[in-house]
């Protein structure tokens, strides 16, 4: 049985790290090839890991998180947030802490 066969939707095949791996790489616009070179695959195989026929060993699954800078738990689908906190550095979370505070007050000002 697939270490992920819990993770199966009513796709058929696919399950809910084939939908992200073919998400991302859509939101990255890459090839199945570019993301095989990535993690040291033939594009075959990493064209099974989206149809969700062949599972990722852990290292490509980590070098993939880490190249899109999402979690694993996104991957997995056992969380909808893509980003995690380690994914940006201090002066970025500062940013967007700045940026939504800025939002928010204009929001309040322009009801």
Same mark, same amino acid.
């Given at each position: 049985?697939?270490?992920y ?6 796709k058929?095949?696919r399950?809910i790290?084939s939908? $992200?791996?073919?998400?991302? $790489?859509?939101? *990255?616009?890459?090839?199945q090839?570019d993301?095989a070179d990535i993690?040291g695959?033939? $594009? ?7 149809q969700?026929t062949r599972?990722m060993?852990?290292?490509s ?5 880490? *190249? *899109? ?8 689908g ?8 380690n994914? *940006? ?6 940013f967007?802490? $700045?940026?939504l505070?800025?939002y928010q007050?204009m ?5």
């Amino acid at each position: 049985m697939p270490l992920y066969n819990h993770l199966r939707t009513t796709k058929g095949a696919r399950n809910i790290l084939s939908d $992200r791996l073919y998400k991302l $790489r859509k939101k *990255y616009d890459l090839k199945q090839d570019d993301v095989a070179d990535i993690i040291g695959v033939v $594009r075959s195989t990493y064209s099974n890991y989206e149809q969700g026929t062949r599972e990722m060993d852990y290292v490509s699954l980590i070098k993939l998180a880490d *190249y *899109y800078k999402v979690s694993l738990d996104y991957m997995f689908g056992r969380t909808d947030l893509p980003y995690h906190e380690n994914s *940006y550095s201090p002066e970025e979370i500062e940013f967007m802490e $700045r940026a939504l505070n800025l939002y928010q007050e204009m929001k309040i000002k322009y009801k």
